[in-house]
């Protein structure tokens, strides 16, 4: 409220007393003059503080309603959640969790709501159990199919590598350098 | 002669051109089959010539289409449905891989481009392998020839002449998308050459090691296309989509995904047959698979069976075609390499398990359980769904719980998998190597949960990782300049340019990997670190996110040359700069566009769509502050210098020596 006095005085004024007279009243005068002089302090001590009113904060709904709704596939999309998808079946489904955000339902009723309706087909991520359940246990199966393999296949490749040479006795280097000798005649 | 008539005409020779093209490539792939059986071993040269000739017939066959998107000929139907008059011209002329049909004439326009420089490139090196390598080629040209022209055949006139045509797909009126298909396409049909080299070897019994270093070429740049083409998907959709997102784990991206991850399996593994004589018959059931999945991206998209496995029956005869087409490709490439694959036993053993090749296996099983988890997450619930009538999806927030810890592992792997030597590594300098590297990783976990805010268990995990990596690619490459200037007594600046572009292979490979920890931490900065809010804003109001300010200056009206939008204007308070979100409408669609505006800096992308008016003057704003984005991007470049670098390296001087010295004995 004391920001007030930074307000330029006319709209004020305006907006309290639209009467005519009323314009040339002393109390108008001192208002201004307390506003250039407000300014005047503003701007030498405060001259960064920018002079706008509190920022826009998200309501709260919206934020709880996006929370749910970037789990459901909008029907009508290719594997769009509705939080992201512009077509108006999603914005109706949007719609449909605020309300019954609005209404006390918790995030699983909401969820379950939509599955009754829809199946399992609305949720991004696959129900653990039935049909589901093979798309969660697969990638472990595989790892450990391929994994044992690529293991077995080391394993079976495996050779340690040959155990030091023994150093040649000076007989058999003798015999090497006699063959060598052969060789180059 | 009226210009209308002579454009009528371009049409008409573009379709034939391309029944002559399908022709031709058809005696391309029966050349060395009947030179084979006649006995006439020159006949087989007709499948060379035959290749820049099915390119020619292609180019002209493309042109004239492209020629009728430019004149607005809307007696083609597929000009009438994908152009209209008020497009601008830049994207008539890319309205031509704008649908289904001009896609796969894009597809098979490419592949006789590769088939040609493959001819070209060949006849020299392996001038006796090329026939069959092209042939392959050839019967691939003809398999799409067959889609396009008696299927889905973009040159199909209709009548009466409609005055104007519909219009492109707006999501695809915009840069990143106009380049976004040919590049993946380049990588897709790229495959196609290692998987004729793979099969002309299985048939002719070609030597791995003179194979080998051909097909690694071929393979990285197609691998290197595919990374483009996927990095400017994610590019596309980050600001044309207006979600924030760039990467939703669609169908459509897994299906461009499955082959990249292979793909990347078989860029390893193949150097692990070139240098040390292992993996033969792996490799070569690397190059199919990930030939085959190129083929299986391209028809998941094309086919329409994504959005319903029912529309892929709307059109009964194409759907059959693209099934019978996978299955011949399947069963003829998988039938020659079980019959064949065992031709060389002549594999090298293992001598320790602590060794690159070693950890290089380790690195084709992950990466091989990435891929099928992918596969399975995108074709099992179209399968379901076919056979039993039962719906699910499966959607992003599965495969980020289930890739997220696959990738963690293929970075630790790709951390200490250079610094293990061939063969055999000796444990105690492996530690002191891994010490410091270590230290920086924990301390970087240490600090991201001590200072940051908390986040999933994968972020600290995954910065330490990249952290790791990041300084064993450091100390790695100061260790081998160091070593040069005290052996040679080198400055420094000559010392790292020479390390470099003394082993252009292995330091490539070090910038790609280099560029996939920056895009490791833009990952974890945007996709953990991110701040959103969605706030209805009057002119004047001003939004706080993260540290930074908007005020929202209001709409005004724009029209585009075949759209209407509406503009919203943010100023950054702390910058001054202002970002312009879209929304628009364009002419015959019903749905609603956006474009969002960004601010981005190499810290922070700040992301702004404007979503829907909300009464009076104030309208629902999505904001957004996405950490490291810009790392990501980043990353792609500095994959690309490195594979540039290493494509630029010679073949391996002792691929060559072993190539004389192998083609003696067999003569």
Redesign the interface.
Known sequence: MIFMIFLPPMDTDKHRLPSREHAFSPFFNLRSSAFICGSIFLSIFFITV?A??A?????PL??QM?DIAK?L?CAVC????I??S??DLARDMRNIVREQIQAGKSREEIINYFVERY?????????TRG??A???L??LA??LV??IS?FV??RH?????LPPVPKLSSEDTARVRAARKQNRA | MPANILSLNLVELGHFCAYLAMLVALVQGLAPIVAHYLKQPRLAQLSVNGSVAVFALTTIGGLGLIHAFVTSNFSVEYVAVNSNTLLPMFYKVAALWGGHEGSLYLWVWVLTLYTMIVGWHGRRQYPEHLPVILAVQGWLVVGFFGLILFLSNPFDRLFPIPADGHDLNPLLQDPGMVFHPPMLYLGYVGFSVPFAFAMTALITRWRSELWIGLIRRWALIAWGFLTTGILLGGWWAYYE???G?YW?????ENASFMPWLLGTALVHSITVQDRRR?LHAWNIFLVISTFSLSLLGTFLVRSGV??SVHAFAVDPGRGAYILAFMTIVLTVSFGIFMARARYQQA?E?????LSRE?LF??N??MF??AC??VL??TL??LA?DAL?G?????????FN??MVP?FLVLILLMSVGPLVPW??ANLERLRTRLLWPLLIGVAAVVAMLVFLRPVHWTGPVAVGLALFALANLITEFSRAIRQRRIQLNEPLGRACLKTVLGNRRHYGGMIVHFGIVIIALGLVGSGLFRS??????AP?????IAGE?L?FEGVTALRGPNYDAIQGRLVL?DSGRMVTPERRRYMRQE????ESGIDSTLLRDVYVALAEASGGDKWAVHVYVNPLVRFIWTGGVIILSGLFLSLSGRRRARGNETTEAAAQPAK
């Open positions: 920018p706008f009113a920022p826009v904060t998200e309501d919206e934020r996006l789990d596939r290719q594997n769009q959640p939080s992201e512009n077509a199946g399992d087909y609305v949720l991004l991520n696959p129900p049909p589901g093979v798309v969660w697969a990638p595989l790892l391929v994994g690529g296949f080391l490749r495996l050779k340690p590598s | 989509l207006g979600w997102g939703a784990w669609d169908p459509v292992m994504l959005s594999e053993a293992i001598t320790s398990l070693s296996v380790w084709n099983v091989t359980v099928a988890s399975l997450g099992y619930p379901l039993s039962q719906k699910i999806t499966v959607g992003a927030p599965y719980i289930v696959i063969r055999k959103e809010l969605s706030v209805n804003m004047g109001d001003v939004v706080e300010r005020r308070l749905m609603p566009m956006t």
